[in-house]
């Protein structure tokens, strides 16, 4: 192995940790109430300044939700990919191209639907639990995140009926978890074509 390929494989492990602390950034951002004291002020000021390249983006603004930090993690996980694809191979081609815009798009979707699919398991074992959530922010949080999400894929099942909130839930949970286990799938087949 090469000089050029070990620095590769470590940039690409960079990226990935840097991603995985934007993550950790997003998922404190839903928890404005709560303070998490030094650690959290140090993940901000590592995160915060690659945030803010895309925060002020319409585009990635839709009514009160704020998509730019998809935005950014999409953008870490191309450059991730094409680090890891040179390290491994030492050339891109048309093929390598088609790929990298495949896995990151799935990516980016995976990203979301994970997300979603923590946020509605954690709604789905405080009912289950019957946990009282009424009063916290912690929940109303989850709750703000989860209830569009939610709604949306019982319609698409259920579009003209009624259906219990355990129900749905458990619908979504599984919809999200076959969702990311196809983009996955996907992402695994177009790496495939690769070789």
């Given at each position: 192995?090469?000089i050029?390929?070990?620095?590769?494989?470590?940039?690409?492990?960079?990226?990935?940790?840097?991603?995985t602390?934007?993550?950790?950034?997003i998922?404190?951002t839903?928890?404005?109430?709560?303070?998490?004291?030094?650690p959290?002020?140090?993940?901000?000021?590592?995160?915060?300044?690659?945030?803010?390249?895309?925060?002020g983006?319409?585009?990635?603004?839709?009514?009160?939700?704020?998509?730019?930090?998809?935005?950014?993690?999409?953008?870490?996980?191309?450059?991730?990919?094409?680090?890891?694809v040179?390290?491994?191979m030492?050339?891109?081609?048309?093929?390598?191209?088609?790929?990298?815009?495949?896995?990151?798009?799935s990516?980016?979707?995976?990203?979301l639907?994970?997300?979603?699919?923590?946020?509605?398991?954690?709604?789905?074992?405080?009912?289950i639990?019957?946990?009282?959530?009424?009063?916290?922010?912690?929940?109303?949080?989850?709750?703000?995140?989860?209830?569009?999400?939610?709604?949306?894929?019982t319609?698409?099942?259920?579009?003209?009926?009624?259906?219990?909130?355990?129900?749905?839930?458990?619908?979504?949970?599984?919809?999200?978890?076959?969702?990311v286990g196809?983009?996955?799938?996907?992402?695994?087949?177009?790496?495939?074509?690769?070789?």
């Amino acid at each position: 192995m090469s000089i050029f390929e070990v620095v590769l494989r470590v940039l690409s492990v960079l990226v990935s940790l840097y991603s995985t602390l934007i993550f950790i950034r997003i998922i404190l951002t839903w928890f404005p109430g709560v303070r998490f004291g030094l650690p959290y002020q140090i993940l901000a000021s590592i995160t915060d300044p690659f945030l803010y390249l895309f925060s002020g983006v319409r585009f990635f603004r839709v009514g009160n939700m704020d998509f730019s930090p998809i935005a950014a993690f999409v953008l870490l996980s191309i450059v991730g990919n094409i680090v890891l694809v040179l390290s491994k191979m030492g050339y891109i081609s048309l093929a390598i191209i088609a790929y990298l815009g495949i896995s990151a798009i799935s990516a980016a979707f995976s990203f979301l639907f994970g997300l979603f699919a923590v946020v509605t398991g954690l709604r789905l074992v405080a009912y289950i639990i019957n946990a009282d959530t009424y009063y916290s922010p912690f929940w109303r949080a989850i709750d703000a995140v989860s209830a569009p999400v939610i709604y949306r894929i019982t319609r698409i099942f259920f579009p003209r009926r009624v259906v219990r909130y355990k129900t749905s839930l458990i619908l979504s949970l599984t919809t999200l978890i076959v969702s990311v286990g196809g983009l996955t799938a996907l992402t695994l087949f177009a790496s495939r074509l690769l070789r």
